[in-house]
C-alpha cells in the first residue's frame, strides 16, 4: 500500500538503542529487539537518527537526500515505524515547552511517549497543574522533593503537626531544583484539621501523606477533593507498611480511599486506624527512615504524574499498593466497593420484584464471579485453598473470609467438600457467600427489612432484628436461582427447630435400616466408604415433628448432624457427607473442617431397630407448602428476605436467602 509521506512526522523514540553487529544492526527499546540485516543498515540509522525528531514529514526528509537514495531511506523509516521504534506524531498537539525544559525533561517526556500521544503537552499540562501535597514530617518533604525532580512547577504544600516539619530541608531541595530549572517554586497553605475542605480549593490532584494511621482525615480529604472537582491519592502508613492508593479522578468515587480501608480492615480489625479515626499517638514504624521514606513519597508521586498525564486516569481508582517498610516489597491489591462506605440506600422492597425473574447463576459461574472478590489483604475473601488438608475419602478446600462490619469477630473459615476438588471449591465459594451475606448487614437500611411471603409472593416488612439477630451469624441459604435459594431457606429455617423437637419428643425415633434404605448413587457411596474405613453410623428419623424429612446421624463418639429436606434421599445423602466429613476430620486430626457440633440425641430417644417394622422405609417426600404449613402450624407466614446489604456482591450471588417466621 503506497504511503503519504506527507502525512508521517517520524521521531525516533527516546529509549531506541542501536548496535552494530556482523548481520546490519540490532535495534531495542523497552518494546523489545530486532535485527536488521544489511551492511549499511547501522550506518543509515546512524545518519538519519538526528533527523527523526518529529520535527520534518517523511517526504521533508526524503527530499533531503539523493533521488536514487530516497525510496531506501523511506523503506528504513516505514519500518522502524512498523516495529514501534519509530512514532507518527504527525497528529500531536502543540505545546509551549521550551527547547530546554524539553531536554531537562526528556526523560519524563520519553517516559509519557511510550505510552500515548502528545507527550510534551501533557507533561507541560502536569508540571503546570495545582498540585497540593498535604501531610507532614520526613514524608512530606520527600513528597516535595520527588514532585519538583518530576518537573512540578510549584508544588503546594500543607504541612499538619502530628510529625515535625522541616521547611529548612524543603527549601534545600527547591535550591537544588532551581538550579537545572530556575522556574520552579514552593507554595505554602497552611489549613488545619478543622478547615480540611480549604486543603483542596483550586487544586487539580491532592496528594496527602501520613507516617501514622490519620484515617479520618484521610477520608475527609478524599471527600473535599472530590468535591473541590481535584484528584486524590494518598499514602497511610501502618504498623510496618505503607498503603499507596487508591488513585481517585476528579469525578471518580470519592469513596474509594474509605472502601479500600475498610475491606482492608475487615481481614486485620486489630489494625490500628480501623475505627477511621485519626491515631497522632501512633509511633512511626522503625524502618520509616532514610531511604525508605523516599521510596514511599517516589510510588505516589510516580502515580500522581501517571494521572495527571493521562497514562493511566482511568485506572487505579479499585487499586491499592502495599509498600513492606522493612523488605522494601511491593504488590497490588484491588478491592471492592466497601457497603458502609457508600451513601445509605434504604431498604426498598421493589428490588424484589426482579429476583424471581432473574437469570440462573449455577456453581461453576458463581466460581468464576468470585475471582473478583479474592485478595490476600483488601478481599471480600482473602483466600481459597486446600492447605494441608487431607482429601480422601473427601477433597475439602477453605475459603477464609472478611468480616465486614464487626459482626463475626474477625475473619473467619468456611469449608466446602465434595468427590472432586472443583466440586469441595465450588462448595466452599458458595457456602463463603451465604456466610458472608449472613454477617453483612447495613443498620441504614432500616428497622424494618422486605422480603417476600413464601406461598403468595406478596411483599413483607420484617424487623431487621429478626433477620439479623443481634450476637448470632444468622443461617443463611442459596440456590442457583430464587426458588431453588427459597426452597433451601425454608428447610435451613426447618433444621433450626430439631432442638425444640428433642426437648418435646415422648417417644423415642424410629432408627433406620441402612442396608435396606433406598438412597441416591452418591449417598450409596458414602455409606459404603463408611463400611471401608471401619465408621459405625445410625440414623434415626426424626420427620413427625420437624414436618418435613429429617434425620439424625449418630456414631458412637456422638451426634454428628441433624439434616432436613423436602426429599429424604437428598437430606440422607447430605447427612451421610457429613458423617464421612466428621470421620475425615477426626481420623487426619484436623478438626477445622469437621461438621460444627450438634446437642447429643438422647438414649431415650434412640429407638430399637430390631422392634421397628418397615424400619427400610423412608418418610413421605414434602412439598415446599407443606414444610411452611410445619413451620406455621402455630399461625404465622413464612418470608424469605434476600441478605443483599452488600450491592456488589448481590449483583455476583443474588440469591442468598433468610427465611423468617412472622406473627401478626
Same mark, same amino acid.
Request: charged share 25%.
Given at each position: 500500500?503506497?504511503?503519504?509521506?506527507?502525512?508521517?512526522?517520524?521521531?525516533?523514540?527516546?529509549?531506541?538503542?542501536?548496535?552494530?553487529?556482523?548481520?546490519?544492526?540490532?535495534?531495542? !527499546?523497552?518494546?523489545?529487539?530486532?535485527?536488521?540485516?544489511?551492511?549499511?543498515?547501522?550506518?543509515?540509522?546512524?545518519?538519519?537518527?538526528?533527523?527523526?525528531?518529529?520535527?520534518?514529514?517523511?517526504?521533508?526528509?526524503?527530499?533531503?537526500?539523493?533521488? !536514487?537514495?530516497?525510496?531506501?531511506?523511506?523503506?528504513?523509516?516505514?519500518?522502524?515505524? &512498523?516495529?514501534?521504534?519509530?512514532?507518527?506524531?504527525?497528529?500531536?498537539?502543540?505545546?509551549?515547552?521550551?527547547?530546554?525544559?524539553?531536554?531537562?525533561?526528556?526523560?519524563?517526556?520519553?517516559?509519557?511517549?511510550?505510552?500515548?500521544?502528545?507527550?510534551?503537552?501533557?507533561?507541560?499540562?502536569?508540571?503546570?497543574?495545582?498540585?497540593?501535597?498535604?501531610?507532614?514530617?520526613?514524608?512530606?518533604?520527600?513528597?516535595?522533593? !520527588?514532585?519538583?525532580?518530576?518537573?512540578?512547577?510549584?508544588?503546594?504544600?500543607?504541612?499538619?503537626?502530628?510529625?515535625?516539619?522541616?521547611?529548612?530541608?524543603?527549601?534545600?531541595?527547591?535550591?537544588?531544583?532551581?538550579?537545572?530549572?530556575?522556574?520552579?517554586?514552593?507554595?505554602?497553605?497552611?489549613?488545619?484539621?478543622?478547615?480540611?475542605?480549604?486543603?483542596?480549593?483550586?487544586?487539580?490532584?491532592?496528594?496527602?501523606?501520613?507516617?501514622?494511621?490519620?484515617?479520618?482525615?484521610?477520608?475527609?480529604?478524599?471527600?473535599?477533593?472530590?468535591?473541590?472537582? #481535584?484528584?486524590?491519592?494518598?499514602?497511610?502508613?501502618?504498623?510496618?507498611? /505503607?498503603?499507596?492508593?487508591?488513585?481517585?479522578?476528579?469525578?471518580?468515587? %470519592?469513596?474509594?480511599?474509605?472502601? /479500600?480501608?475498610?475491606?482492608?480492615?475487615?481481614?486485620?480489625?486489630?489494625?490500628?486506624?480501623?475505627?477511621?479515626?485519626?491515631?497522632?499517638?501512633?509511633?512511626?514504624?522503625?524502618?520509616?527512615?532514610?531511604?525508605?521514606? /523516599?521510596?514511599?513519597?517516589?510510588?505516589?508521586?510516580?502515580?500522581?504524574?501517571?494521572?495527571?498525564? &493521562?497514562?493511566?486516569? $482511568?485506572?487505579?481508582?479499585?487499586?491499592?499498593?502495599?509498600?513492606?517498610?522493612?523488605?522494601?516489597?511491593?504488590?497490588?491489591?484491588?478491592?471492592?466497593?466497601?457497603?458502609?462506605?457508600?451513601?445509605?440506600?434504604?431498604?426498598?422492597?421493589?428490588?424484589?420484584? /426482579?429476583?424471581?425473574?432473574?437469570?440462573?447463576?449455577?456453581?461453576?459461574?458463581?466460581?468464576?464471579?468470585?475471582?473478583?472478590?479474592?485478595?490476600?489483604?483488601?478481599?471480600?475473601?482473602?483466600?481459597?485453598?486446600?492447605?494441608?488438608?487431607?482429601?480422601?475419602?473427601?477433597?475439602?478446600?477453605?475459603?477464609?473470609?472478611?468480616?465486614?462490619?464487626?459482626?463475626?469477630?474477625?475473619?473467619?473459615?468456611?469449608?466446602?467438600?465434595?468427590?472432586?476438588?472443583?466440586?469441595?471449591?465450588?462448595?466452599?465459594?458458595?457456602?463463603?457467600?451465604?456466610?458472608?451475606?449472613?454477617?453483612?448487614?447495613?443498620?441504614?437500611?432500616?428497622?424494618?427489612?422486605?422480603?417476600?411471603?413464601?406461598?403468595?409472593?406478596?411483599?413483607?416488612?420484617?424487623?431487621?432484628?429478626?433477620?439479623?439477630?443481634?450476637?448470632?451469624?444468622?443461617?443463611?441459604?442459596?440456590?442457583?436461582?430464587?426458588?431453588?435459594?427459597?426452597?433451601?431457606?425454608?428447610?435451613?429455617?426447618?433444621?433450626?427447630?430439631?432442638?425444640?423437637?428433642?426437648?418435646?419428643?415422648?417417644?423415642?425415633?424410629?432408627?433406620?435400616?441402612?442396608?435396606?434404605?433406598?438412597?441416591?448413587?452418591?449417598?450409596?457411596?458414602?455409606?459404603?466408604?463408611?463400611?471401608?474405613?471401619?465408621?459405625?453410623?445410625?440414623?434415626?428419623?426424626?420427620? &413427625?415433628?420437624?414436618?418435613?424429612?429429617?434425620?439424625?446421624?449418630? %456414631?458412637?463418639?456422638?451426634?454428628?448432624?441433624?439434616?432436613? $429436606?423436602?426429599?429424604?434421599?437428598?437430606?440422607?445423602?447430605?447427612?451421610?457427607?457429613?458423617?464421612?466429613?466428621?470421620?475425615?476430620?477426626?481420623?487426619?486430626?484436623?478438626?477445622?473442617?469437621?461438621?460444627?457440633?450438634?446437642?447429643?440425641?438422647?438414649?431415650?430417644?434412640?429407638?430399637?431397630?430390631?422392634?421397628?417394622?418397615?424400619?427400610?422405609?423412608?418418610?413421605?417426600?414434602?412439598? @415446599?407448602?407443606? #414444610?411452611? &404449613?410445619?413451620?406455621?402450624?402455630?399461625?404465622?407466614?413464612?418470608?424469605?428476605?434476600? @441478605?443483599?446489604?452488600?450491592?456488589?456482591?448481590?449483583?455476583?450471588?443474588?440469591?442468598?436467602?433468610?427465611?423468617?417466621?412472622?406473627?401478626?
Amino acid at each position: 500500500m503506497e504511503v503519504d509521506v506527507e502525512r508521517v512526522r517520524p521521531r525516533l523514540r527516546g529509549d531506541v538503542y542501536v548496535m552494530r553487529v556482523q548481520e546490519g544492526a540490532y535495534i531495542r !527499546s523497552n518494546l523489545g529487539g530486532s535485527m536488521l540485516k544489511g551492511a549499511s543498515t547501522y550506518e543509515w540509522i546512524q545518519r538519519i537518527a538526528p533527523m527523526l525528531d518529529g520535527t520534518k514529514t517523511l517526504g521533508e526528509l526524503c527530499a533531503a537526500v539523493p533521488e !536514487s537514495s530516497r525510496a531506501a531511506l523511506a523503506k528504513l523509516i516505514l519500518l522502524l515505524h &512498523g516495529k514501534g521504534y519509530v512514532k507518527n506524531v504527525l497528529d500531536d498537539r502543540p505545546h509551549t515547552l521550551t527547547p530546554d525544559l524539553a531536554k531537562t525533561y526528556a526523560a519524563n517526556i520519553a517516559f509519557v511517549e511510550y505510552f500515548t500521544d502528545s507527550p510534551e503537552l501533557r507533561f507541560e499540562r502536569y508540571r503546570d497543574s495545582t498540585v497540593v501535597l498535604a501531610g507532614s514530617g520526613p514524608l512530606l518533604q520527600a513528597l516535595a522533593n !520527588s514532585q519538583l525532580r518530576a518537573g512540578m512547577r510549584t508544588p503546594v504544600l500543607v504541612p499538619f503537626a502530628e510529625s515535625p516539619f522541616d521547611r529548612y530541608r524543603v527549601a534545600e531541595h527547591l535550591a537544588v531544583a532551581q538550579a537545572r530549572d530556575p522556574e520552579q517554586r514552593i507554595a505554602y497553605r497552611d489549613v488545619d484539621d478543622g478547615h480540611l475542605d480549604q486543603v483542596a480549593a483550586g487544586a487539580a490532584m491532592v496528594l496527602h501523606v501520613a507516617d501514622r494511621p490519620m484515617t479520618q482525615r484521610a477520608r475527609l480529604l478524599s471527600a473535599a477533593a472530590g468535591a473541590a472537582g #481535584a484528584a486524590s491519592a494518598q499514602v497511610i502508613v501502618v504498623g510496618d507498611e /505503607a498503603w499507596i492508593g487508591p488513585v481517585i479522578g476528579k469525578d471518580g468515587d %470519592t469513596t474509594a480511599w474509605e472502601s /479500600a480501608w475498610r475491606r482492608l480492615c475487615a481481614l486485620a480489625p486489630d489494625t490500628v486506624g480501623a475505627d477511621l479515626r485519626d491515631h497522632p499517638e501512633a509511633a512511626p514504624s522503625d524502618f520509616l527512615r532514610g531511604p525508605t521514606v /523516599a521510596l514511599v513519597a517516589n510510588h505516589l508521586c510516580f502515580a500522581a504524574f501517571r494521572h495527571l498525564t &493521562g497514562i493511566d486516569e $482511568d485506572t487505579g481508582a479499585d487499586q491499592l499498593v502495599r509498600f513492606d517498610l522493612e523488605t522494601l516489597e511491593t504488590s497490588n491489591h484491588a478491592f471492592l466497593p466497601h457497603p458502609l462506605a457508600l451513601p445509605a440506600v434504604p431498604d426498598d422492597p421493589a428490588r424484589l420484584a /426482579a429476583l424471581a425473574a432473574a437469570a440462573p447463576v449455577d456453581d461453576e459461574e458463581l466460581a468464576r464471579r468470585a475471582v473478583d472478590c479474592v485478595d490476600p489483604r483488601t478481599g471480600v475473601f482473602a483466600e481459597i485453598t486446600e492447605r494441608d488438608y487431607e482429601q480422601l475419602p473427601l477433597f475439602v478446600s477453605e475459603v477464609m473470609v472478611s468480616d465486614p462490619v464487626g459482626l463475626a469477630g474477625g475473619p473467619f473459615p468456611v469449608y466446602g467438600w465434595g468427590e472432586s476438588v472443583v466440586e469441595s471449591r465450588r462448595r466452599a465459594v458458595r457456602h463463603a457467600l451465604e456466610r458472608y451475606a449472613a454477617v453483612m448487614a447495613d443498620p441504614r437500611r432500616g428497622d424494618r427489612l422486605h422480603g417476600l411471603d413464601v406461598l403468595t409472593g406478596e411483599p413483607v416488612a420484617v424487623d431487621a432484628t429478626a433477620v439479623f439477630p443481634a450476637g448470632i451469624a444468622p443461617r443463611a441459604a442459596s440456590g442457583s436461582d430464587w426458588p431453588e435459594a427459597v426452597r433451601a431457606a425454608v428447610v435451613a429455617a426447618a433444621g433450626d427447630n430439631v432442638v425444640e423437637a428433642l426437648s418435646s419428643a415422648a417417644e423415642p425415633f424410629r432408627r433406620l435400616d441402612m442396608d435396606a434404605a433406598e438412597l441416591t448413587s452418591r449417598g450409596a457411596r458414602y455409606l459404603k466408604l463408611l463400611e471401608i474405613v471401619g465408621q459405625s453410623i445410625e440414623v434415626y428419623d426424626l420427620s &413427625g415433628p420437624l414436618g418435613l424429612p429429617t434425620f439424625a446421624f449418630t %456414631t458412637p463418639k456422638g451426634t454428628v448432624a441433624y439434616v432436613s $429436606d423436602l426429599e429424604p434421599g437428598a437430606a440422607l445423602e447430605r447427612g451421610l457427607e457429613r458423617t464421612l466429613l466428621a470421620y475425615q476430620s477426626q481420623a487426619a486430626a484436623q478438626p477445622g473442617y469437621a461438621p460444627p457440633p450438634v446437642p447429643d440425641l438422647p438414649a431415650k430417644l434412640r429407638g430399637d431397630i430390631g422392634g421397628t417394622d418397615g424400619n427400610g422405609t423412608l418418610p413421605d417426600s414434602v412439598s @415446599l407448602e407443606e #414444610a411452611v &404449613g410445619a413451620l406455621t402450624a402455630e399461625g404465622g407466614r413464612v418470608v424469605a428476605v434476600p @441478605l443483599d446489604h452488600d450491592p456488589f456482591l448481590a449483583r455476583i450471588c443474588p440469591f442468598v436467602v433468610r427465611a423468617v417466621v412472622v406473627h401478626g
